[in-house]
């Protein structure tokens, strides 16, 4: 686009792809969010790219029945994105052992959303992220008997609720 103002509703959008590789990416100015991966996206690697999103939107958007492999590392994500995730891992039923991971990120919410937000979707994990500025650093909702998630060497700031915040004790 013309770096002026938002002519897409997303940057990157794709539906049931994989094996792609985006890296060095920014992007910005677009309505409706940044990287939307829908629809059960598998082998994803989204490597050193800067990820802004408007008001209401996600950096980030993962769904699908299917999705596994997301890799999510390196990159530089703010969104204003109130009540949702600046990262958000989700679908309406189960997903397990997705096989996501987040790492080496700055991932920054300037209200009152999610860091990374995983619901229904288990088997991820985040390392070595710096997380803050939003509500929450990492929430973890319903997922699937035995599934975890697991946050390693992450640094929270600014957070005016929990760093990690679960529904079901073990989650995490």
């Excluded at 897409?8 to 792609?20: E, F, P, V």
């Excluded at 919410?109 to 088997?123: A, C, K, Q, R």
Aim: proline share 2%.
């Amino acid at each position: 686009n013309n770096d002026q103002t938002a002519t897409r509703a997303t940057c990157i959008t794709a539906t049931g792809k994989s094996y792609r590789t985006f890296r060095g990416f920014v992007c910005d100015g677009a309505s409706a969010g940044g990287i939307n991966l829908l629809i059960s996206c598998t082998n994803i690697v989204i490597d050193q790219c800067y990820v802004t999103a408007p008001k209401a939107a996600n950096s980030i958007l993962v769904t699908g029945a299917a999705q596994s492999t997301i890799a999510i590392t390196n990159c530089y994500l703010v969104s204003d994105a109130g009540a949702i995730g600046t990262i958000e891992f989700y679908h309406s039923a189960d997903v397990s052992d997705a096989g996501h991971t987040v790492s080496n990120c700055i991932i920054i919410n300037s209200t009152l959303g999610y860091g990374i937000y995983f619901l229904n979707v288990g088997g991820a994990t985040v390392k070595n992220c710096n997380i803050a500025n939003m509500a929450y650093g990492v929430w973890v909702d319903s997922l699937a008997a035995g599934q975890t998630i697991t946050v390693n060497n992450c640094l929270f700031a600014n957070l005016p609720r929990p760093c990690i915040a679960i529904t079901t004790q073990g989650d995490i």
